[in-house]
């Protein structure tokens, strides 16, 4: 089975603009998180989509938003760049079953923000 | 909201010697996780832990759970520098969707 897929892999913009990060599950996946990892904060949960729909939301400002295809691909949003935008975003999709569903991490999409 | 704690945030080991790295968490957490990461890479699912009392290993790796201390161990028996990479540990509050992780332990095995 192929893993979870992250396009593109790494990304420049400036302060201002806006940006798209794309996200393939794992086949049959239909849950896919986003998180942000940064040197100063760490790994941080951002938001859920199961069937098209947020079901969970972190603590992250409006201008950080994603929606999820019928096909369970999902795509974030980040409009009005900061510099402190600048991190690495997982794609993360679940699976596994008996309790033990575990979040399986795609490579990331490095952004740097200028 | 759950918090989870790490320590330490860096060990630096011998080859060959044992250590434990530990995941203490706030309230309570359906799952447990243990994740590793290269540098420059993505995360790496290690372990998932259910129940009190739980315990997996894999290689020289082993994973506990004590619910009822709220803390999971990362045994390291015999490391090698294959090992040197950061661990997290993530706990969850139902859905196994939004995890919330510990700071990371950044482990360097040396000759």
């Known amino acids: 089975k192929a893993g979870v897929t992250q396009t593109p892999r790494y990304l420049i913009k400036t302060r201002g603009q806006q940006v798209t990060l794309s996200c393939s599950p794992i086949?049959?996946?239909?849950?896919v998180s986003w998180y942000q990892q940064t040197p100063g904060q760490g790994l941080q949960f951002l938001f859920e989509y199961f069937s098209e729909t947020q079901r969970n939301k972190g603590n992250f400002p409006g201008r950080f938003s994603g929606r999820q295809f019928s096909n369970s691909r999902s795509e974030m949003n980040v409009s009005t760049l900061e510099l402190g935008d600048s991190a690495l975003y997982l794609c993360?999709?679940?699976?596994?079953?008996?309790?033990?569903?575990?979040?399986?991490f795609g490579p990331g999409t490095r952004l740097l923000v200028l | 909201e759950l918090k989870v704690e790490q320590n330490p945030l860096f060990l630096s080991m011998q080859e060959g010697k044992n250590y434990t790295i530990y995941c203490n968490y706030s309230?309570?957490?359906?799952?447990l996780y243990w994740y590793r990461q290269d540098p420059g890479k993505s995360l790496e699912s290690l372990f998932v832990?259910?129940?009190?009392?739980a315990v997996k290993q894999e290689g020289r790796l082993m994973a506990s759970l004590d619910t009822k201390a709220r803390l999971s161990t990362l045994h390291i028996t015999a490391a090698v520098h294959d090992l040197s990479a950061t661990y997290f540990c993530a706990g969850d509050t139902g859905t196994a969707s939004k995890l919330t992780f510990g700071t990371g332990t950044r482990l360097q095995v040396t000759l």
């Open positions: 832990l259910l129940s009190n009392g």
């Open positions: 309230t309570t957490s359906d799952r």
């Open positions: 086949s049959g996946h239909r849950s």
């Open positions: 993360a999709s679940k699976g596994g079953t008996g309790g033990l569903e575990t979040q399986y």
